[in-house]
Structure formats: C-alpha cells, structure tokens
C-alpha cells in the first residue's frame, strides 16, 4: 500500500475519461493500473507505458501493435483491448479487467498441476491462440505470465506486444524477443518464427505444469538458448511419474526441434488435445490406468504387440478404426516408439556435431562474405522523430547508401520535416551498400472539421471523435453566456488557439477544445446580500461584498448589480463584486423662505422633495396662495434629509 500511495498515476484522471484507482501489476515495459472507465462505467484494467520509454518509438510500436493485433481478436480465451492512446506524455492501452491470478502465480503456489487441470487450462490457451493464429498473428511472447486465470474461471491470454504476422519468416531483427525459457529453437538459432514457434512455447508451458519445472535450466540465458537449440525437452513423466504417456507424447510433438515436425499450428494441436482428454478420460481400465501409474512395457508375446501392431503417434494419421480403445500393449508400444526415436536423436545429435565443426571451419572463410563483404546484410534502424541530416549520418555508418530523392507521408506523432518512416521500413534487412530512401512527415493528415459553434455538447464531442479528431479535456472551458442556451457549444479552438467554431481545415488526432455556454448569470438585483450570494453559489459562483452606491429604487442592504468590467467572461469558479444599495441619497432642503409659494413649491419639488403644509385649511381659504410667501419650513434650510423626504412649510399672505 505504501508503494501505491506514492505512484504518481494513483488517483489522476487520463485522457478525461480513465480514473486510476490502484496498481496491479508492474513489468519491464509497462505498469497496469485498475482504473473506472467514466463513459462506459465500468472498471478495465489500464496498461501505462513506463516515462523513460515515451521517446522509444520502437517500445511505442509495440503498444500500438499490441493493440491492433488484440483487436483482429474476438475470442472468450483473449483479452479484450478496448482502447489505446496518447494522454500528454503517457501512453496507454485499455483492456478488460479480469480479478485473479496468473497461470504463473498458480505454478508457484502449487508447482506442479494435475493432468486434469494442466488439460483445462492448455485447452483454454490453444482456444484463444487458434483464433490468433487463424487470424495471421504469431504471439510470440507466450508464458505463464501471459496467462490470465480470472476468479469466475475464465482462461485468457494477453500481451500482444510482441505479436507480428504470420508468415512464413518472420524476423525479430538483431535482438531476440520474448522469455528465453519459452524460446524455440529457430528464434535461438535463425530470429525467424511463425504459428509453430507458439506451439513450442506452449509445449515447454505444458511441461512445466506437469513436472513443476521448466526442462531447461542455467545461470546465463545463453546456456538456457543454447539447450533449446540443441537438446531435446525431456518428458515430463521423469520428473513426475504420474503423467500419462499421452501427455508425454504431446509435450514431445509440441516441442520437436524441427519445426516440422510441430503442429503446424494451435488448432491442430487443441485437436489432438480434445482427443487426448477423451483417451484419459474414457472408462477402458487398461487406458485410465495410465493417467495415475507410469506405463509399463508389456510382454510381446501377447496378441497384437508384435511389429505389425498398430501404433497411435500423436499428430499422426487418424487410424480408420475409430470404434477401436487403447490397451496396454498399444500404449507400451507407443512408449518403446518415443524411446527408439529419442534413441534415435542422440545418435544423430554425433553427426550433427561432426557437421557443426566442418561449418565452424566454413565460417571462416564464408564470414568475410556475408559480414563486412558484399554479401552482408544490414538491418534499418527506427529512424523516425530524426532530422534528414542525422537519419543520412546514421544511415552511412552502418554501410547504407540513402536515396537522393525523399518521399513524404502524413503523421500524428513526428513533426513536420522530420524523419517519419524508411523504405525499406526499420528492422528490414538490406544488403550492405543497398540504399534506404527517407520518408518526410508532412504533419498530420488534414482532414475538414465540422461547424462545432451552435451544437450541444455530446453531438460536438461524437462529431471530433467521429471525424478522426480528439477531443480535448483539459483544455476545454465552460462560461456564462445569456445569448447560448445551456449546454450548447459557443466555440471550438485547435492547437495554437486555432477558431474551429464554424469549422474548418485541422489535422488527424489533432486536440479540438470547446467552449459550452451553462446559461445566463442570475440576476440578483434588488435581492438582499445573503439571498444574491446563496443564488450565485447555486451556479459556482462567488459573490462578495463589493462597493456601495445609492439607490432611489433598492433598499438600503439589498443588491443594486453585479459589477462586471466591461469585456470580462464569467467562468465557473469564478468570485464575482456585488453592488450593495445604501438607499437614497442625502440631499440638502433649499432655502426657500421669503420666496413666493410658485416659486418655493418648483424648488422644493425639483429636489425631489415632497410638501405639506403647516396649515392646509388656512392656506386652502387663502385668497391668493401663489402669491403667498414662505414663512418657515421644516427640516429647516440647509438640512441634510434622504432624498424624497417630505418638506412642511408655513406660507404668510403676501
């Protein structure tokens, strides 16, 4: 737990839409994090580049491999990969999450597995690798860790990221990929491998599960190649006596030496295994007796033991008495076959190291021409991300002559006017002195986004993803417009602050932002303070106390307006001034005794003040009251009273 607290991952939010939750499991290339998938709601298991890999465009190939060649897959004995992508400079690959172990956790707790539950779990990994197979794609990283055993009992195989196409040679380049436990002997010898070399590491994982080993052992990885390419795996019944010679027989075709002399692909061995388990699982005695005792050689005196018996290899052509079962004799036969035949291979193995020293001898004449001479090959290193000065450089050294004339193609990950590809593409082999033309990015591929302004929100988003664009999150802002309706689009922005917002010429993969109007600002005029703050929380935002003016028409204590300096955009978030109201303002009461009524009652009205007389009856008897003259009033002249205040006078006949 205290290694989680401190991952950085632990808790962030990728790409907008992927919650990290915790750690599973770390490896050498990536960590795979339990995360919550935001959109769909659902957990998945997020597999994150390590960061000193994010500039190694060849680790970042695999990723992407990976995900391509899981996607050709649909299979219930494969993990789904749901998603990958790029998140700043993080990398990452979302695939289902499975609770559980993996087969190598199992084989630790328990070491060595019954034939039953070795055949469970080798059915459910020949299952899905048939489909990868059926579908062109060599595995080539097959080995317990890759196997997944979920807690509902489900079988799966993962981690693509070494798979390649099938074909007939498919090279690894210079370095060798994959466990070297699990290597076949034509990846140790050649760097070539195809559907075959799968069924060789599944044949050595089967082995394991049955002996509680792996058949080859050693201090270097050398010494552990150099077995694979030149020994023979063992059966796993001499490590445990329990394995039927059935299973022997399979473990033995699946790892011949020969490629050959494989299965040539999952489906034909996951055959040949449904028709193991119904041997081992049949009710004839003399057969289910094989599945707890070691095979016995019975005497060859008995009926149908002699050299003209038949006899089921494994791989073999199907006898065409289908109704026939095994006996012990057939079996012991079959075992005296397996021990000819490895009898067999060591005899060879004498002549093949004669042959071995006679080529050691070749090499030092033939080395010269296939190395530094003529006939030597070279392999094209990754080259994109590189100036065209520094890929030509690279290019010379290692003895490549570079085409005069470049080429060009659209990228989303290497800048425009750099090295994107090669052709011929990086890991090929070319002649020395052969030349290598350079591949200029141009950028992106440019393709036309659609008018965003005036959409909702999620039609904007499905509108960038649809049109081959991303959507970008962390830059995307919300603010108040009275004008926008809620929830609609009010602008759209590419890199450089570009204006997408009625659409426009953007490049592919390409980051588009938007701008979503949450509707009109409250209006809180003539609200008192408390009740204006609490309506402007309701909508994120601050309300504080701001500056006081007066007010003919709001009470004192009650808000008069927002103070919004011109121009300024209003976001979420946001703290906002509040005009507060200190009722009307004060006014002085003009002097107007010694003025005529006429004139005194337009001053005092003009100041906004309202009259009443000290002695309405007299003054309404009067003869004359325009023309009467003010004798007193009250506030007196000079006194500051609130605006609209009522003014008394007193008026004398004049």
Known sequence: MATQSTDPLIGRLIDGRYQVRSRIARGGMATVYLATDLRLERRVAIKVMHGHLADDSQYKARFIQEARSAARLAHP????????????????????????????????????????????????????????????????????????????GRIKIGDFGLA???????????????????????????????????????????????????????????????????????????????????????????????????????????????????????????????????????????????????????????????????????????????????????????????????????????????????????????????????????????????????????????????????????????VRDGRVKLLISSGPKILTVPALAGQTEQAAKDAITSGKFSYDAKDSTRQFDATVPKGTVIAAHGTGDLDLSQGGQYGQKQPISLVVSVGAVPDVAGKPLANAQAALKEVDLTGSTGRQDYSDTVDKGNVIAIDVPSGTVLKPGDSVSLIVSNGPEPVAVPNVIGNTWAVAQKTLKDAGFSIKFANPISQFLSAAPLNATVKSISPGAGQTVDKGSEITVALQAG
């Open 164 to 430: 390649r196409a099938a074909t007939a040679n498919t090279a690894t380049g210079n370095a060798l990929l994959g466990t070297i436990a699990y290597l076949s002997p034509e990846l140790v010898t050649r760097g070539v491998a195809d559907t075959r070399s799968d069924i060789y590491a599944v044949g050595i994982m089967l082995y394991e599960m049955l002996a509680g080993e792996q058949p080859f052992k050693g201090e270097q990885a050398f010494q552990i190649a150099h077995q694979h390419a030149n020994d023979t795996v063992p059966t796993p019944s001499t490590k445990n006596g329990k394995v039927p010679a059935e299973l022997d027989e399979l473990v033995l075709w699946a790892t011949a030496r020969d490629p050959d002399q494989r299965p040539r692909d999952a489906r034909v061995m996951l055959e040949q295994l449904h028709e193991t388990e119904a041997l081992l699982r049949s009710d004839d005695p003399a057969t289910a007796a094989t599945s707890v005792h070691r095979t016995t050689v019975m005497p060859t005196a008995l009926a149908g033991t002699g050299p003209t018996a038949e006899t089921q290899i494994l791989g073999g052509a199907k006898q065409p008495n289908k109704g026939r079962h095994r006996t012990g004799p057939i079996v012991a036969e079959s075992v005296t076959a397996l021990a000819a035949t490895s009898e067999k291979r060591r005899s060879r193995g004498w002549w093949l190291f004669g042959l071995v020293i006679l080529l050691a001898a070749l090499a030092g004449g033939t080395g010269w021409y296939f190395g530094p001479g003529p006939g030597g090959q070279v392999t094209v290193p990754e080259l994109s991300g590189q100036t065209r000065e520094q890929a030509t450089a690279q290019l010379q050294q290692l003895g490549l002559g570079v085409d005069p004339q470049v080429g060009s193609t659209p990228s989303i990950t290497v800048n425009s006017g750099l090295v994107a590809d090669t052709n011929p593409g990086s890991g090929s082999h070319v």
């Open 77 to 152: 004995n494969v993990v789904n990969v749901y998603d990958q992508g790029q998140d700043g400079e993080t990398a990452y690959l979302v695939m289902e999450y499975l609770p559980g172990i993996t087969l190598r956790d199992l084989l630790q707790e328990h070491k060595v597995l019954t034939t039953v539950q070795a055949m469970d779990i080798m059915e459910a990994i020949l299952a899905g690798l048939a489909a990868a197979h059926k579908n062109g794609i060599v595995h080539r990283d097959l080995k317990p860790e890759n196997v997944l055993l979920a807690d509902d």
